[in-house]
């Protein structure tokens, strides 16, 4: 099956600045990956889906890519704010064909004012 | 307003005690979830279910069952047989294909 990581534990990035984010799968490339945003004592809520044919999303100011090559995906919050604060959770499927969702342990990302 | 609905938040356990854990949702949707979380450990699919009366282990299943009476509900039960419950479980739903996954507040469980 599958094993996610993403690509630190903690993030501190100064307000305003880009914050960015990795996920790095290991096995078979899935038909899609997802990112949610997890805040503390709470479930987490789903941001964006990236199919794999597709190079790049957006949605407002986050941009995700998906790079089926190098098995990674880049997650971008441009102009952070302190609100951005929270947990980033990427997803996707456990095994190939699968309907499961397998997630990372999270990078818990804080926007410094 | 539609959206899955956990309780209790917070729920005690004396060792020994088997407790359920509720998990409602009026999306209409076919498949539910539950996950474990741990500090540090991601979320850990405990079971799900994609169809009323049927379900399947996930990667942590013992300790834990389950039932699916009702496509909108979906209980876990934390049996003493489970060595380690104190974690926060996530209920989630999703239709087929899990595209996109709609989670609950949590349940925090802590032994005492």
């Known amino acids: 099956s599958q094993k996610i990581e993403q690509n630190s534990e903690a993030l501190n990035i100064q307000e305003g600045k880009t914050a960015t984010l990795t996920c790095n799968y290991t096995n078979y490339s899935p038909a899609y990956l997802q990112w949610y945003r997890q805040d503390p004592g709470r479930g987490p809520v789903f941001l964006l889906l990236?199919?794999?044919?597709?190079k790049e999303k957006r949605k407002e100011r986050l941009k995700v890519t998906f790079d089926t090559t190098l098995k990674q995906s880049l997650f971008h919050i441009t102009a952070s704010q302190p609100a951005d604060s929270a947990t980033y959770l990427c997803?996707?499927?456990?095994?190939?064909?699968?309907?499961?969702?397998?997630f990372g342990t999270g990078t818990r990302l804080t926007i410094i004012p | 307003d539609g959206g899955i609905t956990q309780s209790p938040k917070y729920l005690f356990r004396k060792e020994g005690q088997n407790v359920t854990l509720s998990c409602e949702q009026n999306l209409n949707h076919d498949a539910m979830y539950w996950y474990r979380q741990d500090p540090g450990q991601g979320l850990r699919l405990i079971y799900y279910s994609q169809i009323v009366n049927d379900f399947q282990k996930g990667d942590i299943a013992e300790g834990y069952s389950v039932s699916r009476e009702k496509k909108e509900s979906f209980p876990l039960t934390v049996t003493s047989a489970q060595k380690n419950p104190t974690a926060f479980y996530l209920c989630a739903s999703s239709t087929l294909g899990q595209i996109e996954a709609f989670f609950g507040q949590g349940t925090r469980l802590t032994v005492v």
């Open positions: 990236i199919r794999e044919n597709e």
């Open positions: 997803a996707l499927p456990a095994n190939f064909g699968n309907e499961k969702l397998t």
